[in-house]
């Protein structure tokens, strides 16, 4: 059995019994298989010290556990074991630490941030090197894994470089949803330690760390990360440039035990157990819709054939409909009324909102005619004090140009003429061409839906053979490809019914009844 098949069984075997602790056992496991730290933030009673003695037993060879609860009153001796007495009569100053954390391979500490200044110094030591100060000398440790836990942040300055040291940060809630709590209530299954035959040993984990260290990292992965930084800034999360190296290696890790050649984007779901601070606010749930929109971002550009399949569209309803001219060359258009016209578009003024003149407006000149038409008109009344032209509105004289400015001049109005279209005409030669240039970025699509159809499989037998990303991650993950899919589908449709449409263009023998010889 291999690497990937025995943690597949392990992760399985870690959550038997427990709803709902699907993704804490197995970010439990590779963080063990890493060789990287955990921490859990939640209340009493939802599996978090339960989950960390399962680990050690996921390893073949005789690895202890060791676990201990800290308060602001906890000694040394309490977490690295006793001072030696028989070292103490030779004047030599070292502890006892089988059976303490110094000697685990996996520990599990409770309250982690009570640690006070006397156990501090020595734990992140451990943490981080993997090694121990007893006396005048530094050993290495056996530790796979410090699984940590609290119900509350860190809150003085001198804790922010224990808490960094947790690579793996996840939430453990008390079970919410109704049908997790009547599988809760109803689940009969017992857990069993793994058999040996699934248990991981000192040589694999060996080759798990060598195997991953060299794995290289896709381009779109280290953009990510850039991105991811910059994003967290934004955020106020700290994400220190040790933390953002360990959880490379954690990606690499999680990448060589998937059977994958190289960090894909694929690994990328684990950052969102790794990249924030605070539990008590939404930053999780924020990095996990920021993480999945940035993958979407990452996948294929279609916007080149969409260009390509509007250029291909445009030139065709250039060809099949063509702007009809006159007999002198000038371009026809119809007007509102269907009327043909060389004109454009028409500018003037409509005389009141029923009378536009049929769509062609009217002049200032015919404005003022109407006006003097319709009401009372004089050719020398007094306004304002002067003689000029006044009409008569509701009984009162006013001047004709004022009343112009004041009613019409801020009225211009301009209505665009349709233009007259009339068949192309073409050579059957040239149709065929005009169809060729079509099959052509047909068969483009078709390689690029190959393509994109065969990078899907390739991703989903690579999440399928993942122990760690779950089963429903595989649809968000693909979405942007399969929209991809979608839009090729409908280009494709698109430029079908572009050769049905060539197929109807009107062809001719006769030169001069071509609408472009030259096309």
Same mark, same amino acid.
């Given at each position: 059995?291999?690497?990937?098949?025995?943690?597949?069984?392990?992760?399985?075997?870690?959550?038997?019994?427990?709803?709902?602790?699907?993704?804490?056992?197995?970010?439990?496991?590779?963080?063990?298989?890493?060789?990287?730290?955990?921490?859990?933030?939640?209340?009493?009673?939802?599996?978090?010290?339960?989950?960390?003695?399962?680990?050690?037993?996921?390893?073949?060879?005789?690895?202890?556990?060791?676990?201990?609860?800290?308060?602001?009153?906890?000694?040394?001796?309490?977490?690295?074991?006793?001072?030696?007495?028989?070292?103490?009569?030779?004047?030599?100053?070292?502890?006892?630490?089988?059976?303490?954390?110094?000697?685990?391979?996996?520990?599990?500490?409770?309250?982690?941030?009570?640690?006070?200044?006397?156990?501090?110094?020595?734990?992140?030591?451990?943490?981080?090197?993997?090694?121990?100060?007893?006396?005048?000398?530094?050993?290495?440790?056996?530790?796979?894994?410090?699984?940590?836990?609290?119900?509350?942040?860190?809150?003085?300055?001198?804790?922010?470089?224990?808490?960094?040291?947790?690579?793996?940060?996840?939430?453990?809630? #008390?079970?919410?949803?109704?049908?997790?709590?009547?599988?809760?209530?109803?689940?009969?299954?017992?857990?069993?330690?793994?058999?040996?035959?699934?248990?991981?040993?000192?040589?694999?984990?060996?080759?798990?760390?060598?195997?991953?260290?060299?794995?290289?990292?896709?381009?779109?992965?280290?953009?990510?990360?850039?991105?991811?930084?910059?994003?967290?800034?934004?955020?106020?999360?700290?994400?220190?440039? #040790?933390?953002?190296?360990?959880?490379?290696?954690?990606?690499?890790?999680?990448?060589?035990?998937?059977?994958?050649?190289?960090?894909?984007?694929?690994?990328?779901?684990?950052?969102?157990?790794?990249?924030?601070?605070?539990?008590?606010?939404?930053?999780?749930?924020?990095?996990?819709?920021?993480?999945?929109?940035?993958?979407?971002?990452?996948?294929?550009?279609?916007?080149?054939?969409?260009? #390509?399949?509007?250029?291909?569209?445009?030139?065709?309803?250039?060809?099949?409909?063509?702007?009809?001219?006159?007999?002198? &060359?000038?371009?026809?258009?119809?007007?509102?009324?269907?009327?043909?016209?060389?004109?454009?578009?028409?500018?003037?003024?409509?005389?009141?909102?029923?009378?536009?003149?049929?769509?062609?407006?009217?002049?200032?000149?015919?404005?003022?005619?109407?006006?003097?038409?319709?009401?009372?008109?004089?050719?020398?009344?007094?306004?304002?004090?002067?003689?000029?032209?006044?009409?008569?509105?509701?009984?009162?004289?006013?001047?004709?140009?004022?009343?112009?400015?004041?009613?019409?001049?801020?009225?211009?109005?301009?209505?665009?003429?349709?233009?007259?279209?009339?068949? &192309?005409?073409?050579?059957?030669?040239?149709?065929?061409?005009?169809?060729?240039?079509?099959?052509?970025?047909?068969?483009?699509?078709?390689?690029?839906?190959?393509?994109?159809?065969?990078?899907?499989?390739?991703?989903?037998?690579?999440?399928?053979?993942?122990?760690?990303?779950?089963?429903?991650?595989?649809?968000?993950?693909?979405? &942007?490809?399969?929209?991809?899919?979608?839009?090729?589908?409908?280009?494709?449709?698109?430029?079908?019914?572009?050769?049905?449409?060539?197929?109807?263009?009107?062809?001719?023998?006769?030169?001069?009844?071509?609408?472009?010889?030259?096309?």
């Amino acid at each position: 059995m291999n690497i990937n098949q025995k943690l597949k069984k392990l992760g399985e075997h870690l959550e038997t019994g427990l709803v709902g602790r699907r993704d804490h056992a197995r970010m439990l496991l590779l963080a063990a298989v890493a060789g990287e730290n955990a921490i859990l933030f939640g209340p009493p009673g939802t599996a978090k010290s339960l989950l960390a003695r399962r680990l050690k037993d996921c390893f073949a060879d005789d690895v202890k556990y060791f676990e201990c609860l800290l308060t602001k009153f906890s000694m040394p001796e309490e977490v690295f074991g006793p001072v030696s007495l028989k070292g103490l009569e030779q004047d030599i100053f070292r502890r006892v630490y089988d059976r303490y954390m110094p000697g685990a391979g996996i520990a599990f500490i409770d309250e982690t941030f009570k640690a006070n200044s006397a156990i501090l110094n020595s734990m992140l030591t451990i943490l981080n090197e993997r090694e121990f100060d007893t006396g005048n000398e530094r050993i290495k440790v056996p530790l796979r894994c410090v699984v940590g836990a609290s119900n509350e942040m860190p809150k003085e300055s001198e804790l922010e470089a224990l808490y960094d040291r947790f690579i793996i940060r996840m939430r453990v809630d #008390r079970l919410k949803h109704e049908d997790e709590l009547v599988n809760f209530l109803t689940n009969k299954a017992e857990y069993q330690k793994p058999p040996i035959d699934i248990r991981l040993s000192k040589d694999e984990l060996s080759q798990i760390s060598q195997a991953s260290a060299i794995l290289p990292v896709d381009e779109p992965v280290i953009r990510l990360f850039l991105d991811l930084r910059e994003w967290c800034q934004g955020k106020g999360i700290k994400l220190s440039d #040790r933390r953002l190296l360990k959880i490379r290696e954690l990606l690499k890790a999680a990448a060589y035990t998937s059977n994958r050649q190289s960090v894909s984007l694929s690994e990328t779901w684990v950052i969102r157990y790794c990249a924030w601070d605070d539990f008590g606010s939404r930053q999780f749930e924020e990095l996990v819709e920021w993480l999945d929109s940035h993958i979407d971002k990452q996948q294929q550009d279609l916007s080149g054939l969409s260009g #390509r399949v509007d250029a291909e569209q445009s030139s065709y309803e250039k060809k099949a409909k063509t702007h009809k001219r006159n007999e002198k &060359g000038k371009l026809i258009f119809v007007d509102k009324n269907g009327d043909e016209t060389t004109k454009p578009d028409v500018e003037g003024y409509e005389y009141n909102s029923k009378d536009d003149n049929n769509g062609k407006l009217y002049t200032e000149v015919q404005i003022k005619d109407k006006l003097k038409t319709d009401n009372q008109y004089s050719a020398r009344e007094i306004f304002k004090g002067n003689y000029c032209e006044c009409i008569a509105i509701n009984g009162k004289w006013v001047g004709l140009e004022a009343h112009f400015i004041d009613i019409y001049s801020k009225n211009l109005k301009k209505f665009k003429h349709k233009p007259k279209m009339e068949n &192309g005409v073409y050579t059957s030669e040239q149709r065929e061409r005009f169809k060729t240039s079509v099959y052509d970025l047909i068969n483009t699509l078709k390689s690029k839906c190959s393509e994109i159809s065969s990078q899907i499989q390739k991703i989903t037998l690579s999440l399928d053979s993942s122990p760690w990303t779950p089963k429903e991650y595989q649809e968000s993950h693909l979405a &942007g490809l399969r929209i991809n899919l979608q839009e090729i589908e409908k280009h494709q449709h698109t430029l079908e019914n572009l050769i049905i449409g060539y197929d109807k263009l009107l062809v001719t023998s006769d030169t001069e009844k071509l609408t472009d010889p030259s096309a």
